[in-house]
């Protein structure tokens, strides 16, 4: 499943899965129902206060259905009404929030997203892509993830007690600092995200040298075995 990293406030990286296609049309027919229930409401009201000039209605009703798509993005920041109940949200690829800019192009490739066949250019373009992307999303720079709950991480999960009788299997791993462990933790983040050992092998043969560390271990195993000890070492 595509993902989409997302870095927090806390400087912490979230893995967000890219919303489906069927998640997305469910959405937009939420969306346009909205819309419609906005429009006959509207029009009940106009035709009962006799309204006949034509810009009203079009004030009431037209502009209102052009531009209630984008304005709900806008201001709840990134969802719709029918991306909220699906648990959906746009962001930018590189996780950060998505612009007025991002949600305004976004708006302006809907036309033709959705107004060409149906929405089946939108349809083709997000299975096809990879990303989750529709033309609008390819042109901002965005994407619609998947807000899926994640699980509350404890510390115990992340630092290994200095009381836990834990003994170290590489004592070298004090000599380490914080910024090694985070490329570390990065190297084989990029393993497992993107299926690219390189920088994780590159990590473990500096860290070797450096450390003087011999070992059979296998790589991913190593460099997890390296952190917890460091982790155990520097809490103490």
């Known amino acids: 499943m595509q993902t989409i990293q997302v870095r927090t406030t806390q400087n912490v990286f979230i893995h967000y899965p890219v919303a489906s ?4 049309i469910m959405a937009h027919l939420l969306d346009q129902l909205i819309k419609i229930i906005y429009a006959v ?18 004030l009431m009703i037209g502009l ?6 984008v304005l709900f993005e806008i201001f709840m920041n990134g969802q719709t009404p ?10 930018r690829l590189n996780g950060t929030p998505a612009t007025i800019g991002d949600y ?3 708006w302006i490739f809907a036309l033709i997203d959705f107004g060409i066949l ?17 033309l609008g999303d390819l042109v901002a720079g965005t994407s619609v993830i998947k807000l899926t709950e994640q699980k509350e991480i404890t510390t115990n999960e992340i630092f290994v007690p200095a009381e836990v009788a834990y003994e170290p299997t590489f004592s ?6 914080e910024n090694d462990i985070e490329i570390i933790q990065r190297a084989l983040e990029v393993n497992r995200d993107q299926s690219n050992p390189k920088p994780m092998l590159a990590v473990v043969e500096k860290i070797k040298a450096q450390l003087g560390i011999q070992t059979d271990l296998p790589p991913i195993k190593f460099l997890y075995v390296l952190i917890k000890d460091f982790n155990h070492l520097t809490s103490r």
């Open 82 to 91: 029918g991306k909220r109940v699906l648990n959906m949200k746009v962001i």
């Open 64 to 69: 209102p259905w052009l531009l209630l798509s």
């Open 104 to 106: 305004i192009l976004r």
């Open 118 to 134: 149906s929405g089946a250019i939108a349809v083709i373009l997000i299975t096809a892509g990879g990303k989750g992307q529709r």
């Open 41 to 58: 409401a509207a029009g009940i009201f106009l035709y009962k206060m006799d309204v006949e000039n034509e810009w009203v209605w079009i």
């Open 21 to 24: 296609v069927g998640d997305r």
């Open 172 to 177: 070298q791993a004090i000599q380490l600092s």
